[in-house]
């Protein structure tokens, strides 16, 4: 069934002692007639070379080299000059097993559908490995089911990669440029334009979780991104699809713990940014324990509860039992 064109589109920005690990696990797919979109947004250390020297040697490679816009705008680029049927996004310090284009496309061909998604393992520079898709199953989902999951996590999450689209879905969505987070902005617009997805419980994409990432950096006010973008996706599934309201909340919540986590984890501090998280959360205190919301949150809750210093402390705690 390898007639059709995929694309492969990998944004790289100085990722060097990553790049070549995700470009050889690109290369030694299964799928073979692939498009490959290495896109090196102006890169300042050696992966602008490593693009180069892979595409001399693999002509399925096309390198563009440009000024740096940011995650977005590198994929962005990559949808643009995309040609193939399908179109899959690859982060160049994560890597993918062998049949990870093949898996996701005889999905879409054996339900017919136009988005499908795999499950994913965390992976750290330490070795640890968190398959997160083990307690679920192969199954096609409606928008209600896939937006739920998606809200909450369960085996699959807002992110670009680990999906393979139909590439008309991009007609009108481009990633938002100039925002981190820009998945929150973009993928739910891509679902919303389908009446089903297919989940698939094999994992076959790694995501390196990593100290200096774009998630695990210094706090800055563009961190808030992750805010305004997830409001956004938000609002809009409230407007269309109201019977996800009590999913979208506890996105809300989810969103303002992961950008509080960060603010009282840098050196500077923004208090101002800070009272207001804090207030939101402790505002729906009672709705967090007393409802379905998970174990993680509930926890989360009541050690801000006790003060900023103890949940930061309980916060490091389980980051390094889990990482």
């Known amino acids: 069934m390898e007639n059709e064109l995929i694309s492969v589109v990998v944004p790289v920005y100085n990722v060097e002692n990553y790049l070549k690990r995700c470009i050889t696990s690109i290369i030694n797919q299964t799928y073979k007639n692939l498009e490959i979109i290495l896109v090196d947004d102006g890169s300042t250390d050696g992966s602008s070379e490593i693009c180069d020297k892979f595409s001399l040697k693999e002509s399925r490679i096309k390198v563009v080299h440009k000024n740096n816009g940011g995650l977005s705008d590198a994929r962005n680029v990559g949808i643009e000059i995309a040609t193939g049927k399908y179109i899959t996004f690859i982060d160049s310090d994560d890597y993918v097993l062998k049949d990870y284009v093949e898996y996701l496309y005889n999905l879409i061909k054996k339900y017919n559908t136009k988005i499908a998604i795999c499950s994913y393992s965390v992976f750290t520079d330490k070795g640890k490995i968190i398959d997160y898709g083990k307690k679920y199953r192969e199954e096609k989902l409606n928008k209600i089911q896939t937006f739920s999951r998606m809200l909450n996590e369960k ?169």
């Not at 800055?220 to 599934?237: A, H, Q, V």
């Not at 960060?262 to 205190?285: A, G, P, T």
């Open 155 to 323: 085996g699959f999450s807002v992110s670009a990669w680990g999906k393979l689209y139909d590439t008309t879905l991009f007609k009108k969505i481009r990633y938002p440029k100039n925002r981190i987070c820009e998945d929150n902005g973009t993928t739910y617009k891509l679902i919303d334009q389908v009446e089903n997805i297919i989940y698939g419980n094999k994992s076959k994409y790694f995501y390196l979780k990593r100290q200096g990432s774009i998630m695990l950096s210094e706090f800055n006010e563009k961190k808030l991104d992750m805010i305004y973008l997830t409001d956004e996706m938000c609002d809009f599934l409230d407007d269309k699809y109201s019977q996800l309201y009590e999913e979208t909340q506890k996105r809300r919540v989810y969103a303002r713990f992961n950008v509080l986590r960060q603010i009282l984890n840098c050196k500077y501090e923004n208090k101002k940014i800070e009272k207001e998280l804090i207030e939101y959360i402790l505002k729906r205190r009672k709705k967090i324990l007393f409802t379905n919301y998970d174990l993680r949150t509930k926890i989360a809750v009541i050690c801000i509860s006790m003060g900023k210093n103890f949940f930061k402390s309980i916060w490091k705690l389980y980051y390094k039992i889990k990482y």
